[in-house]
């Protein structure tokens, strides 16, 4: 598969929460090995788009998804779709790191063992792996057995993010990953990302209109659950076509 | 007087009022442990500790030759709490996920309410339900004459132990953060993965201290145990066996002894190993949840 190649794609897709139409229409492309950013004020349907997206509205109760999701050429809401090997194929990573109260091995550990590998040589060389792709290697190398929750909240988001690579996912899903974060804490899991992006797809949302700049390759605006523009990052933020967007991104509102 | 200084004393005095309370409720405590132990202590002038401890037979009022061992009791006592309990734990944390993880909120605003009634069940009432259903099932499932032993109180005592083990349990579970359930399913966890890998790790602790007053309740249960555990005082060696849990033995003997006497004192101490069973499983209780609370 080459860069340009469309790992991801929505096709007229709707989500309501009961009377509520979320997203409305929403038709996109995300591509292979690059960073879409999705931006947008809040309560315009950046996160209900992401989850769209791994079928994690599916435990919403009232949520009804209408349209399409392609993932590799197929719906990932048609009848028969193995959800247990989507969410593996399509990792998530949330707004506020969200670690289990386990030891920091078995945080990454926890997915592969799900999937049932058993075995301690295997699951040490997952572990190891993942840390390192995280950035975090150096940092816990001595206290795989500490309690993830005794690291700092930058360090417990590498952590959520080696969790997830651990499951060898093929797209991770970023919601706001560092609104919770420093800035020092941020530009570590930008670096991150900047790297990741040359074995996966990444689809992140984000509030910080500089981030999207920064990172992203190709940046969507949502508003109101509408899709006002997309394009390559570069063009959106120096010449965007829409009105609403030079509004939104130039911080006449939002 | 002005206002304010008039607002200033009826502070100070609803202060006073509440701190009063709360240390009344530790002089009781005290109170209550004093006694006990100040009666129940003068039963050891004349009978051995030795005797008392280890003894197998518990006759007071035998002619001549009154016997003061209370193992067969304390038995009894524990054959019935860790009975009960292996039937109440995985029901009571079996419903507490169902309630919690799966039921949806219409069943669950009903079945709550309804498990935490079971808790207003006089306990005289199940006793009765006790000898007209389940000591009679038991007797013709184990093919005994009579149904009434250590079994079937403990089935009864389960029951009683529930509200406690399930409403707690549920707390719990539903306190357990959001987020640890979207991480695993994003993980591509089942719901049951979920909950074995992260729900009931993340609860444990909350489950164990549940239970551990659950076992509270269990032990110092009296009145179904007095009317189904078969009230025999001989060395239980089967759970088929009759038993006389250290309560009913209490409750029985209480009626028929002297004020001041021997068997009045030993009832006493009775009542306070009774007590100080009680009263280490609620503090180890109390140290679990508190040590959970350390942990997050």
Redesign the interface.
Same mark, same amino acid.
């Given at each position: 598969m080459t860069r340009e190649d469309v790992k991801i794609s929505t096709r007229n897709l709707n989500v309501y929460f009961g009377d509520l139409h979320a997203i409305k229409n929403v038709s996109l492309q995300m591509y292979n090995r690059s960073i879409t950013s999705i931006i947008g004020p809040s309560g315009c349907g950046k996160s209900t788009f992401l989850r769209a997206l791994n079928r994690m509205l599916d435990i919403i109760p009232h949520a009804r998804v209408a349209g399409e999701v392609i993932l590799d050429g197929r719906n990932i809401y048609e009848n028969g779709t193995d959800v247990v090997e989507l969410r593996r194929k399509v990792g998530m990573v949330f707004q506020k790191p969200n670690p289990f109260p386990k030891s920091v091995y078995d945080n990454v550990a926890y997915g592969p063992r799900i999937h049932g590998i058993r075995s301690r040589d295997e699951l040490d060389a997952i572990v190891e792996d993942s840390l390192k792709k995280a950035a975090l290697w150096d940092e816990v190398a001595d206290s795989l057995d500490k309690s993830a929750m005794e690291l700092s909240g930058g360090q417990q988001q590498r952590l959520c993010i080696a969790r997830t690579l651990a499951v060898k996912p093929e797209v991770i899903l970023f919601d706001e990953p560092c609104s919770a974060l420093d800035p020092i804490s941020t530009a570590k899991i930008e670096d991150l990302m900047r790297s990741l992006k040359n074995d996966y797809t990444i689809v992140i949302v984000t509030h910080n209109m500089q981030q999207a700049a920064r990172i992203s390759d190709y940046t969507a605006f949502l508003l109101m659950g509408e899709l006002i523009e997309f394009g390559k990052t570069a063009r959106i933020f120096e010449r965007p076509c829409e009105k609403a967007t030079e509004d939104y991104i130039t911080g006449r509102f939002g | 007087m002005n206002k304010r200084s008039w607002e200033g004393v009826k502070d100070r005095f609803i202060a006073f009022f509440f701190a009063a309370n709360g240390i009344l409720t530790i002089i009781i405590l005290i109170g209550i442990f004093i006694f006990l132990a100040y009666i129940g202590l003068q039963a050891f002038h004349e009978i051995s500790i030795r005797e008392f401890f280890f003894g197998k037979e518990w006759n007071p009022t035998a002619y001549g030759e009154p016997k003061w061992g209370i193992l067969s009791l304390v038995t009894g006592t524990i054959y019935i709490a860790v009975i009960s309990l292996l039937i109440a734990i995985p029901l009571g944390v079996a419903s507490a996920i169902y309630i919690a993880e799966l039921a949806s909120?219409f069943i669950r605003e009903v079945l709550k309410p309804a498990i935490e009634m079971i808790a207003a069940i006089p306990s005289v009432v199940l006793g009765l339900i006790g000898l007209l259903i389940v000591a009679p099932f038991v007797a013709e499932i184990f093919n005994l004459p009579n149904g009434l032993n250590a079994l079937t109180a403990s089935i009864l005592v389960a029951i009683m132990a529930l509200p406690t083990i399930i409403s707690i349990s549920e707390d719990v579970i539903s306190a357990i953060?959001e987020?640890? @359930?979207?991480?695993?399913?994003?993980?591509?966890?089942?719901r049951w993965?979920t909950i074995k890998?992260?729900i009931l790790?993340?609860a444990s602790s909350g489950i164990v201290a549940a239970s551990m007053l659950g076992l509270g309740r269990v032990v110092g249960e009296t009145m179904v145990v007095l009317m189904v555990a078969g009230n025999s005082r001989a060395f239980p060696t089967s759970i088929l066996d009759p038993v006389r849990p250290i309560t009913s033995t209490i409750a029985i003997e209480i009626k028929e002894v002297v004020q001041g006497d021997l068997h009045f004192q030993a009832l006493f101490a009775l009542g306070f190993v009774l007590f100080l069973m009680t009263f280490a499983i609620n503090l180890a209780s109390d140290i679990f949840l508190t040590w959970r609370q350390g942990? @997050?």
């Open positions: - | 909120p953060p987020s640890y @359930r979207e991480a695993s399913l994003a993980l591509g966890a089942t993965q890998g992260v790790p993340a942990v @997050r």
